[in-house]
């Protein structure tokens, strides 16, 4: 007997494991498990995926729907992981809880890196692990080292086909292949979603912003992020827009919506607030909107890759500033939608829809910004990052990198060439350090 548990924690991934499986990514299977993670700060009172609308739509690819949740109960998902002395333990507590028995089992999960993903798989030592990625995230480097006992199970990378051309650069340093989920099976799939929009309200061709809750993750402050979505409504209306639609992120508390209800009041614009958790690609499906505005969310090349809307962005400048430390993850998000999306305030660009690079050069600059965020993980990429580097030594180039960060890894952009020794002369690095403890000591 094999039984395959699918792990999730969104409908989106729902949505691509539906996709994946009416597509026959995987292999057939005496019963399939879909293991439903509510990775929510608070858990308790957050609704999980399998109450959100449009579920039970997706509900019938699978045998049984359990919760992660209620079986580790009362740790977290995102927080615990087993010790390694209690894994036979867990792995024979979870058999019991879920009905296993000796089946072979075999795991799709999402963020391998992280838990849960990474605890179900050391649970389950020596099952085959697939990864799936439903965002932009996978055309960066694994974030933190693996343990080659899990990396090494790892078969391939499901991956939608956001950027077409653009390779995954997740769990390439253990050869790992990426593979796509098909289009047509995924919008097929959102495509039964989209008829359960009862609640939300009737627009035909508004601009759509989309929220992301950005404070929530210390990448901005509350009143930035306010601010930023005050910036999409405004260009927005600059271009022409009467009609608006705001997407809020589930989680974002009410207050967030108050200061751009003022400002489109102020402007004289019909704004509707969504407050209907909803897919951004079943409103695509409904609306259509005219412009599709964000920051670095997934959705907005869903929008232009998937639907063909006309998009723009908002605010990555201030991103590729504040994200720290430089291998945050979000970093390759934010460099590919800047790099490749049109900016909201660029009348011309947003209207032709005309992109800032090609897909060769965007893979050359993700992989360099990716040695650069993870050298230790991907030292292969070392010496064509140089090379990258050097031949686009401008302005536009080096404001996805720090210059400290090339600095510390002797990278062309770093210091000037003559003091190029300086990174590797512990000396120099010691007397910096004294010079700081000094500086910290007369300001107090």
């Known amino acids: ?20 499986l009416d597509s026959g990514c995987f292999r057939p299977a005496d019963r399939r498990i879909l293991l439903v993670c509510n ?3 608070t858990p308790e009172t957050t609704p999980g995926l399998e109450v959100m609308p449009g579920f039970e739509r997706l509900r019938d690819r699978f045998d049984d729907v359990l919760s992660y949740n209620e079986a580790i109960f ?11 002395d209690d894994l036979p333990l867990w792995e024979r507590y ?28 050391q649970i389950f030592t020596g ?37 077409p051309g653009l390779e995954p650069l997740l769990l390439t340093e253990f050869g790992v292949p990426g593979e796509i989920v098909p289009t047509a099976a995924f919008t097929k799939v959102l495509a039964e979603l989209a008829p359960l929009g009862d609640g939300l309200p009737e627009a035909e061709e508004p601009a759509l912003l989309l929220g992301q809750y950005l404070s929530a993750l210390d990448i901005l402050t509350a009143e930035q992020e306010e601010d930023l979505h005050v910036r999409m409504l405004e260009g927005a209306v600059r271009l022409g827009h009467r009609t608006v639609v705001f997407k809020p992120h589930p989680t974002a508390p009410a207050r967030f919506t108050r200061t751009l209800e003022q400002e489109a009041e102020k402007l004289g614009v019909d704004l509707t607030v969504l407050d209907t ?57 934010v460099t590919v939608v800047d790099a490749l999306l049109p900016e909201l305030g660029d009348e011309a660009a947003v209207t032709a829809q005309r992109r800032g690079t090609d897909v060769e050069a ?3 600059l993700v992989r360099a910004v990716g040695f650069a965020m993870q050298p230790k993980i991907l030292p292969g990429l070392r010496a064509e990052t140089e090379r990258y580097l050097a031949g686009n030594h401008d302005q536009r180039t080096l404001r996805y990198f720090k210059r400290k960060r090339l600095t510390s890894l002797a990278l062309p952009g770093g210091i000037p060439a003559q003091l190029s020794f300086i990174p590797r002369n512990a000396t120099v690095r010691r007397m910096a350090r004294k010079a700081r403890g000094l500086r910290r000591v007369v300001r107090r």
Not at 98 to 107: A, K, P, Q, S
Request: aromatic letters at 6%; hydrophobic letters at 45%.
């Open 74 to 84: 009362p740790f977290h998902p995102g927080g615990w992981a087993p010790r390694p």
């Open 362 to 364: 965007l893979g050359a």
């Open 39 to 41: 990775n929510a700060a």
């Open 127 to 163: 099952a085959p692990v697939t990864v799936y990625a439903d965002g932009l995230m996978s055309y960066g480097p694994t974030r933190n080292k693996i343990d080659p006992l899990v990396g090494t199970r790892v078969d391939r990378v499901l991956h939608l086909d956001l950027v």
């Open 1 to 20: 007997m094999t039984t395959q548990i699918f792990q999730a924690s969104t409908l989106y991934g729902t949505a691509t494991l539906a996709a994946a």
């Open 277 to 333: 958790p909803v897919l951004a690609e079943v409103l695509y499906q409904r609306m259509r909107p005219a412009l599709v505005v964000g920051c670095f969310s997934t959705a907005l090349l869903t929008a232009s890759a998937l639907y063909g809307l006309p998009v723009a962005r908002v605010g990555t400048d201030l991103l590729l500033e504040r994200l720290t430390p430089f291998e945050n993850s979000n970093r390759i998000p």
């Open 94 to 121: 979870l058999r019991h809880e879920w009905r296993l028995g000796d089946d072979d089992v075999e795991m799709a999960v999402e963020s391998i890196q992280v838990n849960p993903s990474l605890a179900l798989a």
